[in-house]
């Protein structure tokens, strides 16, 4: 059985303040894909990253990153200089062999001016 | 055009009504999703269909059936529905499989009476 948990509930931060959100996961698969969404108040989850079970590299976008830990069964992700309008909720997905996408319960993140 | 789009936005319906989904995508995508989202909790995975064939169905009640008439189109049929049906039903796509990263509708606003 495939489990994503994100152990945060609900984070708020104040503008330009950085913050990770943890996302730990579980499967016996060898092959596997990590996911991030975001989903804003407007509702449409919106793809932020993916990652396969065989690239471990670290990855960059802008504010954004994500640290990928094998060895912890990790997928961590840290947005830096954060503003206002990060205000979403984040989820951290599993996919495994082809079947299935679970996601995690999800982050409240809450930027405040 | 990268847009995954849903009919109706809101939809209330009785329990003894027969109502439809649409979603419409033209990204050349060959796979497509339904999920259902209670308040405050993530998407969950109902049905996905590859090449225009059911591949994934999540165990859902036989009051909810889908139909692919083609690779554009998704649909999703509704009756004699219950009250604890009343969710947001995002409809998705990918390039194939589900393993692929996952372009998400703006949701139908489902309640049920």
């Known amino acids: 059985a495939q489990k994503v948990t994100q152990a945060q509930t609900e984070i708020s931060v104040v503008e330009k303040e950085d913050v990770t959100l943890d996302c730990v996961y579980e499967t016996r698969d060898t092959t596997y894909y990590l996911f991030w969404y975001k989903q804003p108040p407007s509702g449409e989850l919106v793809f932020l990253i993916r990652?396969?079970?065989?690239?471990?590299q670290n990855e960059i976008s802008g504010r954004y990153s994500w640290n990928f830990q094998k060895s912890t069964s990790s997928f961590n992700f840290t947005i830096t200089a954060s503003q206002v309008v990060d205000s979403a909720v984040y989820f951290c997905?599993?996919?495994?062999?082809?079947?299935?996408?679970?996601f995690g319960a999800g982050t409240r993140l809450t930027v405040k001016p | 055009d990268t847009e995954v789009t849903q009919t109706p936005k809101h939809l209330v319906m009785g329990m003894t009504n027969k109502k439809s989904l649409k979603c419409e995508q033209h990204?050349?995508?060959?796979?497509m999703y339904w999920y259902k989202q209670k308040a405050k909790k993530p998407p969950e995975l109902m049905f996905v269909?590859?090449?225009?064939?059911?591949?994934i169905n999540e165990s859902v009640p036989s009051r909810f059936s889908p139909e692919c008439p083609n690779s554009s189109l998704l649909n999703l049929h509704l009756h004699a529905l219950q009250p604890e049906d009343s969710a947001l039903y995002l409809c998705?796509?990918?390039?194939?499989?589900?393993?692929?990263?996952?372009?998400f509708g703006p949701g139908t606003r489902l309640t049920v009476l």
């Open positions: 269909y590859s090449y225009e064939k059911l591949s």
């Open positions: 990652r396969n079970s065989f690239d471990e």
């Open positions: 997905a599993l996919s495994e062999n082809n079947n299935d996408m679970r």
């Open positions: 990204m050349g995508h060959r796979a």
């Open positions: 998705a796509s990918s390039v194939s499989g589900i393993y692929n990263e996952q372009f």
